[in-house]
């Protein structure tokens, strides 16, 4: 079991930045993959970014040049810091780890870009 909190959402505006932690309860060298996924109202949940045990990441192109995925192994976290964020970034934003195959979900987190 991988149990996964989020934090650091909020009600920024246009242009201001955010960075959103997910901290995991358990080592994340266990953990295959870990990544962010955002949920806007009405909307599919959608992949924001993704990063590996070994540190290779992927992006949506919505979110390349803005958007950095990085982990601590030490705290156990993954983080995203979200630059030049944009209204169409408003969304609930979810944690997922991947291992042994098994998909784990935060409960999310929201943000809110102001125009």
């Known amino acids: 079991q991988v149990q996964l909190v989020e934090s650091g959402g909020g009600l920024v505006q246009a242009g201001g930045s955010l960075r959103l932690s997910c901290a995991a309860s358990?080592?994340?060298?266990?953990?295959?993959?870990m990544g962010w996924y955002r949920q806007a109202p009405g909307e599919q949940r959608e992949l924001v970014a993704t990063?590996?045990?070994?540190?290779?990441?992927v992006y949506a192109d919505s979110a390349k040049g803005r958007f950095t995925i990085s982990r601590d192994n030490a705290k156990n976290t993954v983080y995203l810091q979200m630059n030049s964020l944009k209204p169409e970034d408003t969304a609930v934003y979810f944690c997922?780890?991947?291992?042994?195959?098994?998909?784990?979900w935060g409960q999310g987190t929201q943000v809110t870009v102001s125009s």
């Open positions: 990063i590996t045990t070994g540190g290779s990441t």
């Open positions: 358990r080592s994340i060298f266990s953990i295959n993959a």
């Open positions: 997922k780890a991947t291992r042994s195959g098994r998909a784990y």
